[in-house]
């Protein structure tokens, strides 16, 4: 098989590989596998392993095979623009799929190591979180970093509370209150990890400050889109003795022209809460340059029974985590929520080692201005310190610009720049 970083992407993309979609990657690898002179053994949620019968491999590559597709059953078509590889009309799969081709690339060329392939990394890391293939490397480089120059070596853990209050009831409008629709749109929106110390607005915060100040009743709310975004879209319905006082430019507030004798109102607690609360940062890593610790009030929704709200912390620790998570769910409870919880994924708390200090080292050979970096976002590294405590991980990769996206790219010459790390890195660890 031709082993050119680039051909060998442009092979893996062609095989289907939208979250969800297994079996043909699986196949691929089996196939190679056997023709190359490894074992590939695969575990009930489709992670792949490869390695040679004998191994005495120190060191794990591990990348995740699945990618995000914006249409089901989507193959990315690429198109070569200069420097830059994109698709038509749809994401490249560039993430995490050239991390993919470096580790096949490795792989036609004979290397002793330990060759881990996830599943399902980009719909709530699935293959990572159910791993139950034999890793015996002391050292693994990840190849899901998104940005040239940098070595990431620890990221945020993350947990998701959702809390519903219940309590609402009918009141007749006895001081003839007037009902108001207050709107926001067209903020900056953003991700609530590596974006939440970029002072974005937050749509639920800003229409829970109309409500409050004018001391509004709240009748209906609905708004965010994602548990991890900054929300941009919200609206609600209040009803209200005074007219609201707009809370940025882009919040229209419109007077609905009936009256009504009687008002389904909820606690005035939720609005409480959402004005009392601190979302964002709420700690720095100074070593690092990092946000430490953030909690970002995402999604809110109105349903036949009350009201609930979506947050999503984060931090670097994961004392730090459990933290956020019981001063949160206390807060929500004093509010008169009820609180559940979704534990994501744990931190990787940052750790310079002798693996980390060798990757810096060789990757100063080839770009001198590299450097140790920590993300406030999930990895599935987090996952791999967790489960193999023995193990020393460093994550880098290419530069691919808007992953994710119709406008998804990454640079040929970055691509072909960290193959030539990564080699050095694999022939000297050994």
């Not at 009918?170 to 609530?192: A, F, P, R």
């Not at 509004?216 to 900054?230: A, C, H």
């Not at 995402?298 to 709200?309: L, S």
Request: one cysteine or more; a negative charge; hydrophobic letters at 35%.
């Amino acid at each position: 098989m031709n082993n050119n970083i680039i051909d060998i992407f442009k092979e893996i993309t062609a095989i289907p590989r939208c979250s969800g979609t297994h079996e043909p990657f699986i196949n691929y690898m089996k196939e190679l596998s056997k023709e190359l002179g490894y074992l590939c053994l695969v575990d009930e949620f489709n992670n792949i392993l490869c390695k040679k019968e004998n191994s005495t491999a120190k060191l794990a590559f591990q990348s995740h095979y699945d990618i995000v597709c914006l249409r089901d059953n989507c193959v990315p078509q690429i198109v070569q623009d200069g420097d830059l590889l994109k698709a038509v009309d749809s994401t490249l799969g560039s993430d995490n799929g050239i991390g993919c081709s470096y580790m096949v690339a490795l792989m036609c060329e004979k290397y002793d190591g330990e060759f881990l392939f996830t599943s399902d990394e980009e719909i709530g890391l699935i293959g990572a979180n159910n791993l139950s293939l034999p890793l015996n490397a002391s050292y693994m480089l990840n190849l899901d970093s998104e940005e040239e120059g940098e070595i990431c070596i620890g990221c945020a853990g993350g947990v998701d509370i959702f809390g519903t209050n219940f309590n609402k009831k009918i009141v007749q409008n006895t001081q003839n209150l007037d009902l108001y629709e207050i709107s926001i749109g067209k903020l900056q929106g953003g991700h609530s990890g590596v974006d939440i110390d970029k002072n974005i607005p937050n749509g639920i915060k800003l229409i829970a400050k109309t409500i409050k100040e004018c001391n509004g009743k709240l009748l209906d709310i609905n708004g965010g889109e994602r548990i991890n975004s900054i929300p941009v879209n919200v609206k609600a319905i209040i009803a209200s003795e005074t007219y609201p006082i707009s809370a940025h430019e882009n919040m229209i507030i419109e007077r609905i022209d009936t009256k009504s004798e009687h008002l389904n109102i909820y606690d005035d607690k939720i609005i409480d809460f959402i004005y009392d609360f601190q979302n964002g940062v709420r700690a720095m890593n100074e070593e690092l340059n990092v946000v430490q610790t953030s909690i970002n009030l995402a999604i809110i929704k109105t349903g036949i029974d009350g009201i609930t709200i979506e947050l999503s912390g984060r931090s670097m620790d994961n004392d730090d985590l459990k933290n956020l998570k019981n001063e949160t769910i206390e807060m929500l409870k004093n509010y008169n929520f009820e609180v559940t919880t979704n534990g994501k994924y744990p931190a990787w708390k940052p750790d310079i080692n002798e693996f980390t200090s060798k990757v810096l080292e060789i990757y100063k050979e080839f770009n001198e201005n590299a450097s140790l970096e920590a993300i406030h976002a999930g990895l599935e590294c987090a996952i791999f310190k967790d489960k193999y405590q023995h193990i020393k991980v460093a994550s880098i990769g290419p530069t691919i610009n808007f992953p994710h996206s119709k406008k998804e790219q990454v640079s040929i010459k970055s691509v072909e720049n960290v193959y030539k790390i990564v080699k050095k890195i694999a022939l000297e660890m050994k």
